[in-house]
């Protein structure tokens, strides 16, 4: 598994992301935002993850998740969305997860890794993550989060 991550060093991650893929500049801003709000409203995230891949497979900043003990947080197209969220229970022990790893051995990763999970957090709901490159990491550590006990 990878190393053990948290909120902390996903968000500079994510930075890093940012700048290094030339996302907008605005959105560190509405990540960080969004993390006080889902703050004061819900309770504090524990993870976050910024799914990088879409549903066709291209590499490009979509959805914002933020997970905390009881909750699963989705702002879908968080870039441009600034109203707009979806709210999960998360209901363990978790019932089902399928994973997925192209070019990427939970060890290292390269411009070809991706990582993908559905993985099912109630009864009513399941979650399709996907990553790519260094993003498959803080999924990783995501789906470890969601499976422990």
């Not at 997970?67 to 998360?90: C, L, M, P, W």
Request: aromatic share 10%; proline share 3%.
């Amino acid at each position: 598994m990878a190393a053990q991550q948290n909120i902390e060093s996903e968000l500079a991650y994510y930075s890093k992301m940012i700048k290094y893929r030339e996302i907008p500049v605005h959105a560190e801003r509405l990540l960080g935002t969004w993390l006080t709000m889902c703050t004061k409203i819900f309770e504090e995230p524990e993870h976050v993850f910024v799914a990088d891949v879409t549903e066709s497979g291209e590499l490009e900043c979509e959805d914002l998740w933020l997970f905390s003990r009881h909750y699963a947080i989705k702002i879908e197209q968080f870039i441009v969305n600034t109203d707009e969220i979806n709210v999960y229970g998360i209901e363990k022990p978790i019932t089902h997860v399928l994973i997925k790893a192209t070019d990427y051995d939970f060890k290292d990763f390269d411009a070809r890794s991706k990582l993908s999970v559905c993985i099912k957090i109630n009864r009513e709901t399941q979650l399709t993550l996907l990553a790519s490159q260094g993003n498959c990491p803080v999924l990783e550590t995501i789906i470890g989060y969601l499976t422990q006990p």
